[in-house]
């Protein structure tokens, strides 16, 4: 599961992550990577603070987000139906 916070600042500190920080109000999603066959449970939306914007959970795959666990952008990522 990615947190739901990981893109967070402490003080000057700011950590930046592609995938951002959970908005509130929605709902799990679940990625399969084709790559590493890891599934990942993310919440969405996500606002992606160096960007200023907020994404849905289909963004991560039109916009070629990597896997967290290794690192291989999409088409390996694909959003699985509950």
């Known amino acids: 599961m990615i947190s739901?916070?990981?893109?967070?600042?402490s003080g000057n500190d700011c950590r930046h992550s592609m995938w951002g920080i959970y908005c509130g109000g929605g709902k799990i999603y679940k990625f399969y990577c084709n790559?590493?066959?890891m599934i990942i449970k993310v919440n969405f939306?996500?606002?992606v603070r160096s960007l200023n914007k907020t994404h849905k959970a289909k963004d991560?795959?039109?916009l070629h987000w990597v896997c967290p666990?290794?690192?291989q952008p999409t088409?390996?990522?694909?959003?699985?139906?509950d």
């Open 45 to 47: 939306p996500r606002f």
């Open 4 to 9: 739901d916070n990981s893109g967070s600042q």
């Open 60 to 62: 991560a795959i039109t």
């Open 75 to 81: 088409p390996v990522l694909e959003l699985l139906d």
């Open 35 to 37: 790559f590493c066959a």
């Open 69 to 71: 666990g290794c690192c």
